[in-house]
């Protein structure tokens, strides 16, 4: 623009004229200048393409890992258990949406057995009584809630849950129960409850009596009912008991219930069926809970969700029932009951709290379980010893053995359900987000220490449902987190306090509307201004002390005037709305990196809008249908780091039953849209859509089964696997700094994968190279203590990144040779070389920023070794890849410890008193290979000598002499190993390797009388490897000659110890 400017008025200067006129056609040929350019612009952003997609290789990426941090002090929603009846210690469990896991030693170690599985949601699992190393899964838990998993059928498994096989039912999506026949392992029957988001014909009660190879829907009701219990007579197992369960969850609200719900007999196997009705209510039903006596098989227990349901008891194989009580607490979410194995009077009946009858029902008590979480679906009373009880809840697994007085919480498995995450700007960076039902927290990404991330690092910030957990970008200290419907709140890392900061309207007319889980963003622009959603876009200038409103920018939509199953649900309808406190409420915001005031919102009820001046106007921008369902979920909304008008958006349609992916994009904030999903699975309903930080056209998606991502701007997609579990990834984010890919899985905890670099740089002329080299990002040099004292093996460890520097390479083909990477320091001098492969693939190595390791060294780990080689000085250093008949070449940036405040002459003091140490390594290797060479062939001599016909003492004596200085100068060296600890720490290898350890494990300059022992015992050693060169110079030449004379076989040469080493 000045550059219009300066010809417009050179212009007029030459021509003259009236100066009014002249300015006027100046400022309108600068507006068309301005325009001009901002054509210019606007056309170079749609004319901007993505670079093509290379042809990724599937198994490419696996040579990057990711690392589980945890925690795992909160455990995950357990739906099932399965125990071996012969031996207890081995228990089967079943997650909501992290997998299937089995201990064989009573939960002291645990394994994940079904991660390889096309989902990691667990609705049941039985083993058959017959035939224990046979496994049945049913897949998508039962538990209606708004976050629920859904599955694809049932697994089989015949070895104990090493391998499996999809056994069908692909389309019932959750399964509450699986019964397996007491002496047949090939007769199973399966309670399929169906889709919960819609009608769907695959539900019913299935069996197979041919293992799984075919089924048969043996009871079918309607496409809106399926069934969700079982249970089978002990005593006769051709009869069952069936639940069915007629519900509907929408993203509008959830209705519990209807006609179709009821209870079922067969006294066939399922041949035929008949609904029970005496005794029980009448009309509209919801949920119900079965358990069959083992003892007396007469006596069948049901919890009824109805007006008039509760706990329910017969005595007679359910001909007739009577009601015990109105216990049911919560039904939609729970309905489990459980008859003692040994007392039908004890009856315990799940809900948040656990309520425990010891009157056969009528009344219940729920102090009995105390002091672990709540929120209780899945257990199992071990036959043989009612007093050994394994819980599953919300919070994860606990066993008691004293019947639910005291109980052991497994703290040792990763399940968290994260909903979404945050992060700070720390070194290490600490990683916050927000759980099902265990509140929200935050926990280091790595640590300093060598044991990695334990449970207590982890810091909660909240209660309740955690969701969104934002970091003042400013202050670390500064978090801001919710609950579920909406309430915020500021917390104070320091002292742990929180405020209340939820926006409430300004007067009683009017209620705010917001989602279970209800967004929050930090302005990249200014970390005092803060964006919340409701019905409404909150704004706050002041850390959330005052906010703004927006108008409504939702569809205000009437939901109690919206159907559910052909009706509007009323007061009468069971679980009305269970989890679904409002509709219309905005559940994802972006603001523009680029520009203040740009901002994106999407709502639940299916609208995008945007602003381009700070939410003062707002345009609707919904993609209208085929490009996007109408009144689909918007799930995220992603302002692009690189143009202003780019927008990407995922929509998450399951909750209308809609399992397709559905992905989005926009260059022009909304005008017109790109679908970008076309290529992802069907049923990886996305989550999460996110732009890389630093390559324009790298995206990453989260869906219900894994994470994948696109290297040309959504055209394509690759899954990402390598060692990452196939489990929801609802969250995404990348840490700028770092450029860590961190993902926040509703399941399996947190998972980092540490320098994404491989990523930013893969395009296609990367993968046509021969070879290539990556870029390597900064690298600490710390040394790693340990806090902690023996753990045993039932504790939790998360991964730290490994110590060093992380080279990723890449070979197109596979070589003659290994790769070979070669460190250099700014000089030029080699200070490493390192081993690579000669496979293709992408590869990754760790550089741990130390020198080589000395040859002949026994290892870091042993106790009185040679020297490890100390640590480079920080600086930049050069490493060369040399593959495929190339070099590449690429810097590394060696930082030093940020939390040590030490001069650089102090550190090149550390550093060339272990360097000269380091150098002694040879020597003291050499010495004491050469003694122990001396004293074994002397000692070989010696017997030798005494195998004589006439044993020539002369020899014999000449033989002891030397041995005794052989002996005296190896215990000089090495110490006396049978005078114990202080004679070998005071050897001269003791003092060295003591020196080096001591210099070596603190920052700073050594201090004088470490540099007089330095110089003091390289002296000794030097010396004594003079008196052994001696020796072998003086002493065994004579010795040889004394043995030739005596007809002894003499010794052979010896090398002698170089000094100059």
């Known amino acids: 623009m000045p550059a219009v400017i300066r010809m417009d008025s050179l212009f007029y200067a030459e021509r003259g004229g009236n100066p009014m006129k002249k300015f006027a056609l100046s400022r309108v040929l600068i507006i068309l ?159 399929a409850l169906g889709r919960l988001w819609g009608p769907s014909k695959e539900r019913g009660v299935f069996r197979t009596t041919d293992g799984g190879k075919s089924w048969v829907n043996t009871k079918f009701i309607d496409e809106n009912t399926g069934f969700v219990d079982l ?20 993203a509008y609200g959830f209705s519990g219930g209807g006609p179709g719900s009821g209870l079922y007999k067969t006294t066939d196997s399922g041949a035929t069926w008949v609904r029970l009705t005496d005794g029980l209510p009448e009309g509209t039903t919801g949920r119900i809970g079965l358990d069959v006596y083992r003892r007396n098989s007469s006596i069948v227990y049901a919890i009824i969700e109805h007006k008039e349901g509760g706990v329910f008891r017969s005595e007679d194989k359910g001909a007739t029932w009577k009601k015990m009580s109105s216990t049911n607490p919560r039904p939609m979410y729970y309905s489990q009951i459980r008859i003692d194995p040994n007392n039908d009077q004890r009856i315990w009946v799940m809900g948040a709290q656990m309520y425990v009858s010891d009157d056969g029902g009528k009344t219940f008590r729920t102090d009995i379980v105390q002091e672990i979480h709540s929120d209780h679906h899945a257990m199992w009373i071990n036959p043989a010893d009612s007093d050994h009880v394994i819980l599953g809840s919300d919070g994860g697994i606990q066993i008691s053995y004293d019947r639910g007085r005291t109980w052991d919480f497994i703290n040792t498995l990763p399940l968290a359900q994260f909903y979404e995450v945050g992060f700070d700007m720390r070194k290490p960076y600490f990683v916050y987000g927000g759980l099902q039902d265990n509140g929200s927290w935050g926990g280091p990404s790595a640590t300093w220490t060598s044991a990695g991330i334990t449970n207590d690092e982890w810091v909660r910030i909240g209660g309740g449902d955690g969701f969104f957990t934002q970091v003042d970008p400013s202050d670390h200290n500064t978090i801001y987190a919710e609950s579920q419907d909406g309430f915020l709140f500021r917390f104070d890392l320091r002292s742990g306090e929180s405020k209340s900061i939820r926006p409430e309207p300004p007067d009683e007319k009017e209620t705010y509307r917001f989602n279970w889980n209800s967004p929050i963003l930090v ?88 602003s381009r001046d700070d939410g003062k106007t707002w345009k609707n921008v919904t993609p209208p249908p085929p490009l996007a369902p109408k009144n689909t979920y918007v799930s995220r909304v992603e302002a692009s780091h690189f143009s202003e008008g780019r927008v990407y958006v995922s929509l ?215 020297f490890r080689a100390p640590h480079v000085l920080p600086g930049e250093y050069r490493v060369t890849l040399q593959a495929a008949g190339q070099e590449i070449i690429r810097t590394v940036k060696v930082e030093g410890d940020p939390r040590i405040d030490v001069t650089f002459e102090a550190r090149k003091a550390q550093h060339d008193a272990l360097m000269n140490l380091y150098r002694l390594g040879p020597l003291l290797s050499a010495a004491e290979k050469t003694l122990d060479t001396l004293r074994r062939q002397l000692e070989e ?121």
């Open 33 to 191: 200048g301005l325009c001009f350019v901002s054509l210019l612009l606007s056309g170079a952003q749609k004319k901007e393409t993505p670079q093509p997609s290379p042809d990724i290789p599937e198994k490419l990426l696996d040579g990057l890992k990711w690392r589980c941090i945890g925690p795992a002090n909160m455990g995950g929603r357990i739906d099932d258990f399965a125990v071996v009846a012969s031996s207890p210690d081995i228990i089967y469990a079943g997650t909501a949406s992290g997998g299937l896991w089995k201990t064989a030693n009573n939960g002291v170690t645990w394994e994940p057995i079904f991660d390889g599985e096309a989902t990691s949601s667990i609705g049941d699992v039985a083993i058959a009584p017959s035939s224990p190393d046979i496994v049945w899964v049913g897949t998508g838990e039962p538990t209606n809630r708004q976050s629920s998993s859904w599955g694809d059928g049932v697994y089989k498994s015949e070895d104990g849950g090493r391998t499996w096989k999809h056994m069908g039912l692909r389309e019932t999506h959750h399964i509450g129960r699986i019964i397996v026949h007491p002496s047949n392992p090939d007769i199973v029957y399966v309670a």
């Open 523 to 610: 302005s990249p622009h200014n970390p005092k201004k803060v964006l919340y959603g409701g019905n409404r876009l909150f704004f706050s200038r002041d850390r959330g002390d005052n906010w703004e409103a927006t108008a409504d920018l939702t569809a205000q939509t009437d939901r109690d005037k919206l159907p559910i199953m052909g009706a509007v649900p009323d007061a009468n309808t069971l679980s009305r709305n269970d989890g679904v406190s409002h509709y219309g409420t905005i559940t994802t915001i972006s603001e523009s990196p680029l520009r203040e005031g740009v901002l994106f919102a999407g709502t639940d009820d299916g609208l995008i809008q945007v």
């Open 652 to 866: 998450d349609g399951h909750r209308s039953n809609d399992f397709r992916p559905h992905v989005l994009a926009s260059e022009d904030f909304g005008a017109s849209w790109k679908i970008l999903s076309g290529r992802l699975p069907e049923f990886s309903t996305v989550s999460v859509v996110r732009e890389d930080r630093r390559n324009p056209d790298l995206l990453f998606i989260g869906t219900e089964r894994g994470a994948f991502f696109s290297l040309d701007r959504g055209t394509s997609w690759n899954r990402i696997k390598s060692n990452l579990p196939l489990v929801p990834v609802d969250d995404i984010a990348i840490h700028p700094r770092e450029n860590d890919l961190i993902l926040a899985t509703h399941g399996r905890s947190i998972w980092i994968l540490d320098d994404i670099t491989p990523l930013v740089e893969l395009k296609a002329d990367t993968l046509a190279a021969k070879s290539h080299l990556f870029d390597i990002r900064p690298s600490v040099i710390f040394n790693p203590y340990s806090h902690k004292g023996d753990t045993g093996h039932k504790f939790f460890v998360g991964a730290n990144p490994p110590r060093g520097a992380l080279i990723s390479y890449y070979l197109k083909e596979d070589g003659k040779e290994e790769a070979k990477l070669i460190v250099a320091d700014a000089e030029g001098k080699t200070v490493r070389e390192l081993k690579g492969v000669k496979e293709a693939g992408l590869h990754r190595l760790n550089w741990d920023l130390r020198y080589a390791p000395i040859s002949g060294d026994a290892g870091p780990t042993a106790r009185f070794s040679s």
């Open 231 to 250: 249970a089978l007579d002990p005593e006769n197992p051709s009869t069952l008991y069936a639940a069915a369960y007629q519900r509907r969850r929408t």
């Open 941 to 1061: 001599a010696e017997a030798m000598a005494k195998k004589a016909p006439v044993p020539p003492a002369v020899v014999s004596e000449a033989i002891k002499a030397i041995l005794a200085d052989v002996q005296a100068a190896r215990k000089e060296l090495l110490g006396d190993p049978q005078a114990g600890f202080q004679a070998m720490r005071i050897s001269v290898r003791g003092r060295l390797v003591s020196l080096a350890r001591s210099i070596g494990g603190y920052t700073g300059a050594p201090s004088e009388r470490q540099t007089q022992d330095i110089a003091k015992y390289t002296e000794r050693l030097r010396a004594l490897a003079e008196k052994t060169n001696l020796i072998i110079d003086q002493d065994v030449p004579r010795l040889n000659k004394l043995m030739i004379e005596n007809n002894v076989p003499y010794i052979a040469p010896i090398e002698r110890i170089k000094l100059d080493r």
